[in-house]
């Protein structure tokens, strides 16, 4: 008798996004280690967070039970700062903002970090890489602004707008950016998620097409729209930021190819939809769009999160066919689903 493939299977590697996947700060995500460490791909480690240099990143994930390398670590900085590379010559002094991650990145690159200080003390930059840093000030913005507005190029390693913190979303790299945007008027390169670039990255680092790659996150904005954006499949986790709901109402450039519970579903096959238009069928789980009657879906059968993914089907169809707007998705979808 035959296994059926999991989802995994389909695919000969995997980027994996970590805040909201892997862990939510110090802790590791409930079931998350575990499943990640009986995928028998290799996996890519890609966060948006330029702060923490890779060898520090990879030391976290090893404290939680992980086993990887060093250098199976991408950060914006590290793609940030390979961006730079493809600028200038080796030596180039680049104006390095935000955290050790990103003065880091550029050591590993062969470009020399100037730090604000130095900058302001005199010392002259080509390009401007930035990057988030918890203790940068408004004096570094203030170097960055200068730099640029004396004729070096500008890289920003991302442009999330927020932070997810233990405490609560905290202003991101993309707030950073924007208040030197407001000071310079003009715009920097972007290499972080949802830009192609990390996703490149990570398929030459695992050694296939990106066609090949899945991509796993918890945010429709950047992990779900880089992919798309990259070529590679994607899966939404619903552990970190974005839920159903949230998917239901997202544009087609942010809708992912799956909807996972956690990580473990990774090893489990992947529901093929049957049906088409306003009918799905995933698993036993079925969804029909019904306007007329019910307002909303009529869902029968099946588990939890294959009446989810029915439901996406058929109200991203109703979206597309302009039957319903994407705030009336998000709402049918928490009426009718509920919590997956």
Not at 68 to 82: I, K, R
Not at 135 to 159: F, H, M, Q, S
Not at 203 to 229: F, K, M, N, P, W
Request: glycine share 12%.
């Amino acid at each position: 008798m035959s296994v059926e493939p999991s989802l995994a299977d389909h695919y000969r590697g995997v980027v994996c996004d970590l805040d909201g996947v892997v862990y939510r700060g110090a802790q590791a995500v409930p079931g998350a280690v575990e499943a990640l460490s009986a995928l028998t791909i290799p996996i890519v480690w890609a966060t948006n967070n330029a702060s923490r240099p890779p060898e520090e990143v990879a030391a976290h994930l090893r404290s939680l039970g992980l086993t990887l390398l060093d250098a199976s670590v991408l950060t914006s900085s590290l793609a940030g700062a390979a961006q730079v590379a493809t600028m200038v010559p080796p030596g180039t002094a680049v104006l390095a903002v935000g955290g050790e991650g990103v003065a880091r990145a550029l050591e590993i690159h062969d470009l020399r970090p100037i730090r604000p200080k130095d900058h302001a003390a005199g010392v002259t930059v080509e390009v401007v890489l930035q990057g988030y840093g918890a203790e940068v000030t408004a004096g570094d913005l203030g170097e960055a602004a200068y730099a640029i507005e004396g004729g070096a190029r500008w890289v920003a390693t991302n442009d999330d707008a927020t932070l997810p913190t233990e405490r609560g979303e905290a202003p991101g790299n993309g707030a950073l950016v924007g208040a030197v945007r407001v000071a310079v008027g003009v715009e920097p390169i972007v290499v972080g998620k949802p830009h192609p670039p990390m996703y490149q990255m990570a398929a030459r680092a695992l050694g296939v097409e990106t066609a090949e790659v899945l991509a796993i996150g918890d945010r429709l904005q950047t992990d779900i729209a880089g992919a798309h954006s990259a070529g590679t499949a994607s899966a939404l986790v619903l552990t970190g930021v974005h839920n159903a709901n949230d998917a239901a109402a997202a544009p087609p450039e942010q809708r992912p190819d799956y909807l996972l519970r956690d990580c473990a579903d990774l090893h489990r096959p992947y529901p093929v939809r049957r049906g088409e238009g306003g009918t799905s069928r995933r698993g036993d789980a079925l969804a029909v769009l019904d306007l007329q009657d019910t307002g909303g879906l009529v869902l029968e059968g099946g588990t939890p999160i294959d009446r989810a993914r029915s439901a996406l089907d058929v109200l991203w169809w109703g979206v597309d066919e302009a039957q319903i707007t994407p705030e009336q998705a998000a709402a049918i979808m928490r009426r009718s689903v509920g919590t997956v």
